[in-house]
């Protein structure tokens, strides 16, 4: 089991950046897929992007592709969000989660464990 926990998020302009953190627990980290979803005021949760296990191979959802990074750092237990180019489109509760399966997937029924989330508020 892991425990996962977000920081990082706040209220920006258009234009800038963030980087999400999302520390886990547990001395199995680098067996777990992550990936990062967000969640808008009154609409469903969505993929943003993901990376496996060893990070060589990323996914993005087309909205952040070329303005978003995931990285994850095994050694540390931390997966991160980096956040370019911001819009206010991008306004949510980022969420970091982490599934058993090393396949990838834009869903949220096939992760295991999720954080408990954190806001990004990007103001025009």
């Known amino acids: 089991q892991v425990q996962l926990v977000e920081s990082g998020g706040g209220s920006v302009q258009a234009g800038d950046s963030l980087r999400l953190s999302c520390a886990a627990s547990g001395r199995t980290f680098s067996s777990y897929f992550m990936g990062w979803f967000r969640q808008a005021p009154g609409k469903e949760r969505e993929f943003v992007a993901a990376?496996?296990?060893?990070?060589?191979?990323?996914y993005y959802a087309d909205s952040v592709k070329g303005r978003f990074t995931i990285s994850r750092d095994n050694a540390k237990n931390t997966v991160y969000l980096q956040m370019n180019s911001l819009k206010p489109e991008d306004t949510a509760v980022y969420y970091c989660a982490a599934s058993r399966e090393n396949i990838f997937s834009r869903s949220a029924i096939h992760y295991d464990y999720w954080g408990q989330g954190t806001q990004v508020t990007v103001s025009s």
């Open positions: 990376i496996r296990l060893g990070g060589g191979r990323t």
